[in-house]
């Protein structure tokens, strides 16, 4: 069965540092996502990126965070400087395609740890 | 904002016997998604449901999205040590896109 997968599994980095944690969603999915959990919190919304270009996008989603598709299987999220408050699970998401108010199926990695020190 | 209620948050219960997990919210939803997650891993979805009253069943897993697309429930029947973990709703807002809320899970023990 297809499935989204996500690399590193576990990254450990200094305040500060860039960061850039990768994904392969599944191949004939249009609709990529970057969702966060901050340690005993809930999944939250970061951004959702169509066509090479950000969807939507949360409150989270500063100018330190951007997203790319820089070849036809790898979806990134780079943070630029991290902070301490950056450490949580990063999870990527893939859907098939989207139409306004209709449902869409949102297929989830396994995630991302990212330490910031 | 649009913010989904699970409840219970924790849940421990006997091998053998029915629970029910909520999720509510004041707003309503195009549609609904129950999830699994295991410790360090990704959420695993279980169902969709997209129409007001719609009731969807995975072996003993009975889910139901409420009439006014506004709340849903995850019964499970005869609970298994094997069902043990966190389940989360999550839903896509109406009309606001394709962003998934979701809600703060419950996290679910079954003894043996």
């Known amino acids: 069965e297809p499935e989204v997968t996500q690399t590193p599994s576990h990254q450990v980095t200094q305040m500060g540092q860039e960061v850039i944690l990768r994904c392969v969603p599944i191949?004939?999915?249009?609709?990529f996502y970057w969702y966060r959990q901050i340690l005993g919190q809930k999944v939250e919304f970061l951004v959702s990126?169509?066509?090479?270009?950000?969807?939507?996008k949360s409150e989270i989603f500063d100018d330190q965070f951007s997203v790319e598709r820089p070849d036809g299987s790898n979806f990134t999220l780079k943070i630029r400087s991290t902070k301490l408050e950056d450490s949580a699970m990063y999870f990527c998401?893939?859907?098939?395609?989207?139409?306004?108010?209709?449902?869409?199926?949102?297929?989830f990695g396994p995630g991302t740890r990212l330490l910031v020190l | 904002t649009q913010l989904l209620e699970q409840s219970p948050q924790f849940l421990s219960i006997q091998e053998g016997e029915n629970l029910t997990v909520y999720c509510n919210s004041s707003?309503?939803?195009?549609?609904l998604q129950w999830y699994r997650q295991e410790p360090g891993e990704g959420p695993v979805l279980l169902v969709t449901?997209?129409?007001?009253?719609e009731v969807k069943k995975l072996k003993r897993l009975t889910f139901q999205f409420g009439d006014a697309r506004k709340d849903s429930s995850l019964h499970i029947t005869a609970a298994q040590p094997g069902d043990t973990g966190l389940y989360l709703c999550?839903?896509?807002?109406?009309?606001?896109?394709?962003?998934?809320?979701f809600g703060g899970g419950t996290r679910l023990m079954v003894k043996p």
């Open positions: 998401a893939s859907s098939e395609g989207f139409r306004i108010g209709t449902w869409e199926t949102q297929y």
């Open positions: 191949s004939n999915h249009l609709y």
């Open positions: 990126f169509y066509n090479n270009e950000i969807s939507e």
């Open positions: 707003s309503v939803f195009s549609s």
């Open positions: 449901v997209v129409t007001g009253g």
């Open positions: 999550a839903g896509e807002p109406n009309n606001a896109g394709n962003m998934l809320t």
